[in-house]
C-alpha cells in the first residue's frame, strides 16, 4: 500500500455544502493522483500533481480543485458538493524511474452526497 | 485522446476453468501497460508490461503484451473462487505521469 491513508473513510454530506478529501503518503512519492470510481466507469482522474504545488486537471475535474503544500499530504475539494459527486474517491501515488512506471493506491474514501 | 477498452465487461466461471481477459488500447507514445485486481476495497497492483517486458507471469496468472495489434491479455488458470473481483486495465504514455484506465471486467467465479 505504499504507506498511503485516506480520511475520511466514509461521509455523508448534503448538496451544497464542501467538502475536503485528504491524501497522506509517506514513501516521498513526487506524482500523486485523485480518481474517482463509478459502476461501468473504471477509474477517472480527476486531478494530479507532479510537485509541491504543481497540479493540474484530468478527465473530469469540474467542481473539484486540488492542493498540495507539502510532498506528503495531497488534498481534494468538493466546492459545493452535488448528488452526481457520490462515488468512492481513490489517492494513488506515483512511482517512476525511467521506463517504469506504477502507481499504488490508498484504501478509498466513500462519499454520499445527500 | 486516449482509449482502453476492456472486453468482456463480465463473466462468470466455474472452478478450475481457465479465463481469458482482454484490453486493446490506443495511445500515443505508449509506456507501459498495468494490470490491477480489484476486490471490495483499493485496486492492488499485478501486472506491468513493457516495450522490454512483453510477458509476466505470477503463479496462475500470466499476462502477454502485443505492441503490433494494441493489446493485451490476462490468463487465470485453475480459477478460484479468490479470483472473483474486477480486473483493470490501464495505460501509460510517454509524455505524462497519467494512467488511462478502461472500464473493468468483472470475473465472478462459481464453486
Known amino acids: 500500500d505504499a504507506g498511503i491513508t485516506q480520511s475520511p473513510r466514509h461521509k455523508v454530506t448534503e448538496t451544497g455544502t464542501p467538502v475536503t478529501l485528504r491524501c497522506h503518503q509517506t514513501e516521498n512519492h513526487r506524482y500523486m493522483y485523485w480518481y474517482r470510481q463509478d459502476p461501468g466507469h473504471g477509474l477517472r482522474l480527476i486531478h494530479y500533481?507532479?510537485?509541491?504545488?504543481?497540479?493540474d486537471k484530468g478527465e473530469v475535474s469540474d467542481g473539484y480543485s486540488v492542493s498540495r503544500s507539502k510532498t506528503e499530504d495531497f488534498l481534494l475539494t468538493l466546492e459545493s458538493a452535488t448528488s452526481s459527486q457520490t462515488s468512492v474517491y481513490f489517492c494513488?501515488?506515483?512511482?517512476?524511474?525511467?521506463?517504469?512506471?506504477?502507481?499504488?493506491f490508498g484504501p478509498g474514501t466513500r462519499l454520499t452526497v445527500t | 485522446e486516449d482509449k482502453v477498452v476492456q472486453s468482456p465487461l463480465s463473466l462468470v466461471v466455474h472452478e478450475g476453468d481457465t479465463v481469458t481477459l482482454n484490453c486493446s488500447y490506443e495511445v500515443t507514445n505508449f509506456r507501459s501497460l498495468l494490470w490491477y485486481k480489484q476486490e471490495k476495497k483499493a485496486p492492488t497492483f499485478l501486472f506491468m508490461l513493457?516495450?522490454?517486458?512483453i510477458e509476466k507471469k505470477s503463479g496462475r496468472l500470466s499476462s502477454i503484451l502485443d505492441k503490433k495489434e494494441l493489446f493485451s491479455i490476462l490468463n487465470i488458470t485453475a480459477t478460484q473462487t479468490g479470483d472473483s473481483a474486477i480486473y483493470l486495465c490501464a495505460v501509460a504514455t510517454i509524455n505524462d505521469y497519467k494512467l488511462s484506465f478502461g472500464a473493468g471486467t468483472t470475473v465472478t467465479v462459481r464453486a
Open positions: 513493457t516495450s522490454s517486458g
Open positions: 494513488a501515488p506515483g512511482t517512476s524511474g525511467g521506463v517504469s512506471y506504477e502507481q499504488y
Open positions: 500533481s507532479y510537485g509541491v504545488k504543481d497540479t
